[in-house]
């Protein structure tokens, strides 16, 4: 009896041991620590289709962090401490970003921007001192968003639709004061927006309360704006973008998108290096990858905001009828729309709160002078 059991107990005393000794040496084997890219981001940028390209590529996790208005953005990132690797800023930020020590310089020899459109290889607010602090990566117009239905082609080429009769109670605006003062600013004819005397400024504020009456909304997020639109509530909306008519179109709803006579304002995203990134070599291998063809005709679809985009060569690459909604079937006529607008900026004569001063009276409805 004892030995026919002492076989089979040496023979798992043994395979114990072995499994023991494999379990031990892979405890032990030291574990590659996962490379992670911290983004923060206006929403759309966030997307499935935007990220995972670049991860599968490089074998990068992206943690992200989104946000709405470049308010919300410049706070976010002033009141971080070495958090962010990437962040996708509006261009009138960068000068505020820089003064506050927040940006690095970028190289330009580490990015190709050969393909880019001539009006943004040297961006103007990207660049400070002669050094490069930031890259574009999309833009669009801000003109008007109009109901077919409603609003003809020939009316959509003047601002001043939007005090029509027939469109009382049928305007909308979104709930930041920088795009929408902007045109406003453009459709009194000044040339140069935000750069105004003061008493250009106080015939923007009278223009706006003219328009106070014609309200359906002040809308506070993207998502409400398009509800009121698609619903009919909403027939115009002056410092509307391309982009909003496409997601409505994309609905079946008849809408279109116009950068009327007297002048449009450009909106821009760019891409910055905080000069704390945590991992600074994970960044620039992400600002590098954003301005090829492949990403940016995938920025150009995203489902929050499709966008037009600074690389030339990425337009092959983008489903002819997006192309066709943005009025951009070729970089070509990208080049010639950038050339037609006025890239919005901050204030320059007056302060930035004396503009948002305006923007709450506007949303008030409380300038005594406009009455």
């Known amino acids: 009896m004892t ?21 031990l040496s892979q405890s032990r084997t030291p574990t590659v620590p996962e ?90 607010l990207a660049w400070i001192d002669e050094k490069m602090y930031a890259i574009p990566v999309a833009y669009g117009a801000l003109g008007l968003v109009y109901n077919t239905n409603f609003v003809s082609a020939e009316e959509a080429q003047s ?21 929408i003062m902007g045109v406003v600013s453009r459709s009194l004819g000044n040339a140069r927006p935000y750069d105004i005397r003061d008493a250009e400024f106080e015939q923007v504020k009278v223009r706006l309360m003219q328009l106070r009456p014609q309200l359906a909304s002040i809308a506070g997020s993207f998502p409400e704006l398009m509800a009121s639109l698609a619903s009919g509530d909403t027939l115009i909306v002056p410092g509307g973008a391309g982009w909003v008519a496409a997601n409505l179109q994309a609905q079946g709803k008849p809408y279109d998108w116009s950068v009327p006579k ?61 192309r066709k909604v943005l009025k951009t079937l070729t970089a070509a006529d990208a080049e010639t729309l950038a050339e037609k607008l006025v890239i919005r900026t901050l204030p320059t004569q007056q302060s930035e709160r004396t503009w948002q001063n305006a923007w709450e009276e506007f949303k008030a409805g409380t300038n005594q002078q406009a009455r």
Not at 3 to 23: M, Y
Not at 61 to 76: C, E, Q
Not at 95 to 105: N, Q
């Open 3 to 23: 030995k026919r059991f002492t076989w089979p107990l040496v023979f798992v005393i043994a395979a114990g041991v072995i499994i023991g000794l494999w379990w």
């Open 35 to 124: 490379r992670v890219l911290n983004l923060l981001c206006w929403t759309g940028y966030e997307e499935p289709a935007q990220l995972e390209p670049f991860e599968r590529k490089y074998g990068v996790k992206v943690r992200y962090k989104t946000f709405v208005g470049g308010d919300s953005m410049y706070s976010l990132l002033t009141q971080s401490k070495g958090q962010y690797d990437v962040v996708t800023v509006d261009p009138e930020y960068i000068k505020k970003l820089h003064d506050a020590g927040r940006l690095s310089a970028l190289n330009p020899a580490d990015y190709n921007l050969a393909d880019y459109l001539p009006t943004f290889r040297r961006f103007p």
């Open 159 to 179: 601002y001043d639709i939007i005090l029509s009769p027939k469109l009382k109670g049928k305007v909308s605006v979104w709930d930041w004061y920088l795009p």
């Open 262 to 322: 007297q002048g449009g304002i450009m909106w821009a995203d760019t891409v910055v290096i905080p000069s704390d990134a945590p991992h600074p070599d994970l960044a620039k291998l992400y600002v590098q990858w954003m301005t090829t063809p492949e990403a940016q005709a995938l920025v150009a679809q995203k489902k929050a905001n499709s966008a037009n985009v600074p690389n030339g060569a990425a337009y092959p690459l983008i489903p002819e009828s997006l």
